[in-house]
Each structure stands twice: as C-alpha cells, then as structure tokens.
C-alpha cells in the first residue's frame, strides 16, 4: 500500500514467492532512499554479509543469549522470502536497509519470563515450535493454522479464504497471489493496498487478534518507522513487514502511547550471526510458527521465469528416472495437460501443487501414492541447506568445527546417510572421534548405528544429519572451551566429577576412549575407581563391568593405554563372581529377570576381557555359572540361563544339561518355576537388540538336539489345565521370539515325535547339519578370514581359535 504523501507499507506473507515478486517490483517502482524491514534491529550489523557471493539462502539470523546460549531464537530467509528480497534490493542499489522489529534483547528476555512464569508456550526458546518467539510467530498472517496461546487467536487467510468460497486457505492464496505473474498489474502497489484493506477490515472486526507481545512489536516499529521518515523524508520510506502489521503500522498514535508500551521491559545480552537453515525447516510439518507445506515448491515458482508446471513435471520426472522408474517425455506431455485440465475443472487460475500432484499420481505413478513420498522429500519440500560466509561471525567452538569438517572433508548436509568408517585408516579414525566427542557435547550431529557389513571393532557406522538447531547446541558448548578436544575433555571432567551412579562413569570411561580424550582419562579413572570401591550393589557392579570391557577392546584398536581401566575392570568383575551367587537367592520374579540380563551382560563382558586377566576370571565365572545352575534357590530363569551359558561355552555336557533340564522339568517342580527355568535355558539374551538372533539360536539348539525337545515337549503335555494357564505367558513369550522357520521345524519335529530322553541321533538332525564339528574343514576357513580382517596367515591354535570366535 502506498499513499501520495507517506511511506511505502507493503504488507507481505513470510516465505511467499508471490509476496517476493510483488516487493521486488514495488520497491523499484518507488524507489526509496531506506528500506525497512520487520527482523531484529541486531541484525542491522550483518545485513552487508547478504552480498557476499558465499551466502546462499536459505538462512537464518540466529540470536542468543550471551550468558546461555541455549536461550536462542531464529529468523529464516528463504531465496522466496519477501525479506531477502528487499535485502537484496537494497544492497543492490545501495540504499540502507534496517530492521525495525522489537530487539532480541528484549524477545529473549521476554520468552525466559514467559517460561519462568509458567505461561503457555515452550520451554526452550530455541525450538523453532516455540509458539512465543519473536522469529517464529511474529504475524497471524505467517501460518494458515491457528495458534491458541492466547485467548483470541484468528487466521487470517482462513477467514479471506472462506470469504471468497475457499475452503483451503493455502490455496486461495495461491491463486490470488503465488501464481499471479510479475507483471501482472498494472500497478506494482494494487496488490499491497488490496492486502492491506483486507488486513485493516479483518483488525476492525476482530480486533488484534494475537498476543499482546504483538502490541509491543508493533509500537516498537513505529517507532523506528518515525525515526527513519524524520532523516529520509515519508516519501523516502519503504517497510516491508507482515500483512498483519500493516494497519498498525497505518495507525496514528502518539509518541508517548508507544514509549509507555515499551517502558520496562527485560532485556539481555545477546549475540547475533547468520547461521545456514533447511528447506525441512521452513516446513510447517518442523514446528516452525511461520513455516508452509511446500518450500521446494515454492522456490521453483519463484525462480523460473516461466511455464512453472512444465519445468515442475520435468524436474519430477527426472527424480524418477534417476529411481530407475521408466518415465518418458511422453508421461511429462500427458501429466501437463492433465493438470491443466484439472485446474480449469477447479475454476484455478493455473495448475498448482495439488493438481500438479493429482497428475503425476496418474500418469507417472500409476495410481500409486509410494513414489509420491518420495517427490515429496526431495522436491516438494526439499533437501537444501543454505551457507554462510567464513566471514560470519561465529563462537570459537564453530570456528574450530568448522575447519574440522573441511580437513576431514565432512560436509554438513541436510540429508540424511550413513558414513561407513575403517578405523585403521587415519582420516576416519579422525571423523570417528570428532563425531564421538560432538555427541559428549551434546552435538548429536552423527548417531551410530549398526553397519550393513562387519561388526569388528575397527568398523564405525554412523547416521549423519546437519540440523540448524545444532549451531545453538555449538553455542551452548562453548562454555567449556574453544576447541572441540578442549570442551570434549572439560566436560567429561565435569561430568566424571559430578557423576553418582558406577555405570554413569564407567559410560563415560567408554566415551572418552572412543573420543580420544587422554587428558580426561585419569579424572575419569580416579573417579571411577572411588565409585567402584564404594559400591556393594551386584546389580550396580554389573551394569558398569560391561561399559569397561568394551573399552579396553575398543582401547586395543585405537591404540590407547588402557593398563588402569584393565585394574578396575578386573577388580569389578572379581567382586561380581563373588556376590552375585548370594544377591541371586530369594528374588521375585521382576528381579529374576533383572538379574538375568545382568548375568548375560556379565558373561560377553568376561569374554571381553584381555587374555591375562581374562582366562584367570574365565575359570572363576564358570564356577559361578555352575553354582548358580544347580542351587535350588535360586530362581528358574537364572538357573536355566546360566545352565545355557555354559552350554554354549562348552563347559557342560550335554548330558549333563539334560539333567538340569530333567530336574528341572520334574512332576515336583511347580509349572511356573518349570516354564521359568525353560525360558532362561531356550530363550534369547535378555538385551533388546541381541533377543532376537539369541531367542532364535535358542530354538535351533531344541531342533538339532532331540533329546532337550523331548524333555520340554514331555514335560508340556504332562502340565494340568489348570496350570497351564499360568505357564503360558511365559512359554508364549519364549517361543513367540522364534523366527517362522524355526518355528516351523520345531512343529515338525514334535509332530513326527522326537525321542524322549533317549541318546542323541547320531545322523544329521535336520538336513545339511553333520552329527559334530568337522575341525579340518573349520580351519580351512581361516585363511580367507585373515585375508579380509588384515590379519597375519600365520597363527598359533590358539589364535584360531580366538578367530573363530570373534568371528563366529
């Protein structure tokens, strides 16, 4: 909107490319001497930055609050945005360019009073959902979804929309504004004075209509807004600024009605600077109070300069091909006129997304919807994540980041993968421990996972996602140091000091070896070793043994000194050998089962250990095992573990686990502790990510070994009705975990009638399994294992068969 004597207001919705072509002609039709724009006066600062060939949107202005920056708030610019336009405008023709929004000293500081209050609202400032922030709720015009933070709250383009029939609010304003084309008026203002009687009717009708926060914003842009008309003349300024404020900024008021809004209010010290942002995250679907369905569609709207549906159905046919879908120039020429058709059917003034959609379901996909997500992510939304300047200012920790990833050639992006690491190999050696001492932080821009190939413990495999709220968390750990190493190491100091529980420090012993952190190491061993000596739990002695174990493992691969951590390891695993058999008798079932994940975490930990100590406490933990196998009170899922754990290492007989199996599946065991005991003893590891693969080894040892079937299968049908009811949760759960087949051949099996009790077949008892180990074919496999592990070919026996079972 323009008037003959006064300043240029063009009233704009966030984000729209339609808003952006219309600013752009606007501005150089009046061409004014300053350009004011709805953002946070900080920013003035860095607006130059916007020039620089290396800034490319989208972005986003990030302020926080120097004394905690996890306090934050963010102001996105996407390449469409009506803000970055003007930017670029003024730049462009020399013209100076401010922001005239309520300062983020006080938005900061008004958020942290809203959240010590307990108002409505997030409770961290630097989510984008924050309905509160400055940057992400500045307008009731931003969003087409209502927000209910205050008592009155109205969407603006809702109510326009439904006045002009619409029952969509995103698509009337696609067809009023997004898909009117640069010049299609006459006069470059029409479309702002429209919006903004629009505006100023739906204010006169419902009044504010947002949070009294707005009020405050409103009159702080006046007030900047008089002071930019007194040096540069009404006729000199132009204010580009959401729709919504337009009538206010319209309105007269007097000076002294809009300095007592703003008298007394809080205020922080902030920091400011440009920080890259993510097509994702200008999507309504993040949270973002201000975000739209469609950003990637709405950047190719704005940047081609004609035929959008054409150029739009070619880009999608290209994502296709590039999925080996067969997509032809012909399948593009159909999906065109489909969607235009169906646009003239809705009475649109142009095909847009839904119809560009609807066709590409037709024609390209063939009614399906599966490729449509994927068009969706890629395109409609969209993977691009913007870049800043080196330039920018930035806290020491980003700086040192920052070379980090470009000396390791590990770019942040915005998609999604993996990144497979040979830890033998120096730069990935490097990339892991960046990424483990990011995750110490609290910077979790890499999480691990487990790898497509070898699980050996030179192997890393990590998920890599580059998200913006990370440049806060970057902040936020910039209290400990300047450097990554440095506030990796101080924070685990912290942390080991401050620690309360054993397995707390001994998690953080395991971190600071895969960080490589060598100056934290001895505050971490120091403190471990007081927990550990204060420590009488079993329960708590056994959930830190295992943390250990791995990391004197994963110490022999990266190289590191871990003699103090083998001490302690030892001496905790000592002290567990000799309470647990006590802390086993007398529990309930809750802490049975407790105690049975303790036990198979025990058990890999022993086998963990190095070879000196190791073999020593290998000998005792199989006593253990065997006391606890045949002590009658302990409880029949421990005894049934430890009688399978000591199968399966080859200290007991087979024929002697058909005794404990007989006993324990005797007419005088009640059938609950029977069934119990046969869980321990055919069920999986009590870890979540190994009982699977362990529930279904338990079942292939019943299908190879008749005999153990034949006990449980006799023992099931001699159960009463009535106890059977009571025992079949628990056989439920046991077998349920099986896989289908093996499932299936056990039915098989019982269904023909394996022997009961009698000896062992001594012919293959399934096809293709041999009656025992054949020893010389097993080693004939060593060779090709030690060629793909990077091993020597030359081994004594007993390091084959230490192969075969770190392989195996």
């Known amino acids: 909107m323009t008037t003959t004597h006064g300043p240029t207001l063009l009233g704009v919705r966030h984000h729209g490319p339609g808003s952006a072509r219309a600013v752009r002609a606007a501005l150089d039709a009046a061409a004014p001497r300053v350009v004011l724009i709805e953002g946070p006066p900080e920013g003035d600062a860095l607006l130059a930055l916007a020039a620089d060939e290396a800034m490319r949107p989208p972005v986003a202005l990030l302020a926080h609050a120097v004394d905690d920056p996890g306090r934050a708030a963010f102001w996105p610019l996407a390449e469409f945005s009506p803000e970055w336009v003007a930017i670029r405008w003024a730049l462009a023709h020399d013209v100076p360019a401010r922001f005239i929004d309520l300062p983020a000293a006080h938005s900061l ?46 969407d603006p383009l809702a109510v326009l929309a439904e006045a002009a029939g619409y029952d969509d609010p995103e698509r009337w304003w696609e067809d009023v504004v997004e898909h009117q084309g640069a010049g299609g008026a006459d006069d470059p203002f029409a479309p702002f004075a429209a919006v903004a009687e629009a505006m100023g009717a739906l204010r006169e009708r ?37 729709a919504w404020h337009v009538p206010a900024l319209g309105r007269k008021t007097t000076v002294a009605a809009d300095r007592a809004l703003l008298k007394g209010l809080p205020k922080v010290r902030t920091g400011m600077t440009w920080v890259p942002w993510t097509h994702r995250r200008l999507a309504r679907h993040s949270g973002y109070g201000a975000g739209i369905d469609s950003p990637g569609w709405y950047g190719h709207l704005f940047a081609v300069p004609d035929r959008p549906v054409e150029r739009w159905l070619t880009k999608v046919a290209g994502l296709l091909r590039e999925e080996d879908r067969t997509v032809s120039s012909a399948h593009v020429i159909e999906a065109v006129r489909l969607a235009e058709t169906l646009a003239a059917m809705r009475g649109r003034p142009l095909a847009g997304l839904t119809e560009t959609t609807d066709a590409i379901r037709a024609v390209m996909c063939e009614g399906s919807d599966v490729p449509l997500d994927l068009i969706h992510d890629r395109l409609i939304v969209g993977e691009v994540l913007g870049e800043v300047p080196d330039t920018a200012p930035a806290v020491p920790l980003q700086r040192d980041l920052t070379a980090l990833q470009r000396t390791l050639r590990l770019k942040p992006e915005a998609l999604e993968r993996e990144l497979d690491l040979d830890l033998r190999k120096e730069t990935d050696a490097e990339r892991g421990r960046l990424l483990h001492r990011l995750r110490l932080l609290g910077i979790d821009w890499g999480e691990p996972v487990v790898g497509r190939g070898s699980t050996g413990t030179f192997r890393e495999t990590w998920r890599l996602r580059w998200e913006p709220e990370l440049y806060v968390r970057v902040a936020e750990a910039g209290v400990w140091g300047t450097t990554v190493l440095s506030a990796a190491t101080a924070k685990a100091e912290s942390r080991a000091l401050s620690a309360t529980a054993l397995a707390e420090v001994t998690a953080l012993a395991e971190r600071c070896l895969l960080a490589a952190l060598p100056d934290a190491l001895p505050v971490v061993m120091r403190a471990l070793a007081d927990r550990a000596a204060l420590d009488a739990d079993v329960g708590g002695l056994a959930q830190a043994l295992p943390a250990l174990a791995r990391s004197l493992r994963y110490g022999d691969v990266r190289s590191t000194d871990t003699g103090a951590l083998g001490e302690v390891a030892g001496g905790l695993a000592e ?3 000799v309470g647990l058999p006590p802390a086993c008798a007398g529990l309930d079932a809750d802490g049975a089962a407790q105690m049975r994940g303790h036990l198979d975490s025990v058990h890999i930990a022993v086998g963990l250990l190095p070879d000196d100590r190791g073999r020593d406490l290998a000998g005792r933990w199989g006593a253990v095992l065997h006391k606890l196998a045949g002590r009658d009170t302990v409880p029949g899922v421990i005894r049934g573990r430890a009688a399978r754990l000591l199968l399966d290492d080859g200290r007991l007989a087979e024929d002697e686990a058909a005794r404990f199996m007989g006993l324990a599946l005797s007419p005088g065991t009640p ?13 999986g590891p009590a870890g979540a990510g190994s009982r699977q693969a362990g529930s279904s080894a338990g079942g292939m040892l019943l299908v190879h070994d008749e005999r153990l079937l034949g006990l449980v299968d006799g023992w099931l049908t001699g159960v009463s009705a009535e106890a059977f009811t009571d025992v079949l949760p628990l056989l439920r759960r046991t077998f349920s975990a099986y896989e289908p ?27 293709g399994f041999g009656p025992g180990l054949d020893e010389t074919r097993a080693d004939a496999v060593l060779p090709v294992l030690r060629l793909l592990l990077g091993s020597d070919v030359s081994a004594t026996a007993d390091d084959n068969d230490d192969l075969l079972e770190a392989t195996g």
Do not use: N, Q
């Not at 209509?209 to 006729?235: I, Y």
């Not at 059938?671 to 069920?683: L, M, R, S, Y």
């Not at 299936?744 to 023909?752: A, H, I």
């Open 671 to 683: 059938p609950t502790d029977a069934a119990a005991w046969i869980e321990g003893f055919v069920g």
């Open 575 to 577: 002290r567990i050998c």
């Open 741 to 767: 087949g093996v499932r299936r051949t056990l039915g098989e099996l019982v269904g023909r009638g394996p022997a009961r009790g009698g000896p062992v077949a001594s012919e293959a008892a399934a096809p």
């Open 109 to 154: 500081a008004l958020a942290a009073a809203d959240d010590a209050a307990g108002d409505a609202g997030s409770g961290e400032s630097a989510d984008p959902a924050d309905p509160d922030e400055p940057a992400e709720s500045a307008d009731p015009a931003e969003s087409d979804a209502s927000r209910d933070d205050e008592s009155l709250r109205i």
């Open 206 to 242: 419902y009044g504010d209509g947002g949070p009294r926060r707005d009020l405050v914003r409103e009159a702080h842009m006046r007030g900047r807004l008089r002071a930019a008309c007194k040096e540069f003349g009404d006729d000199g300024v132009a204010v580009v600024c959401g």
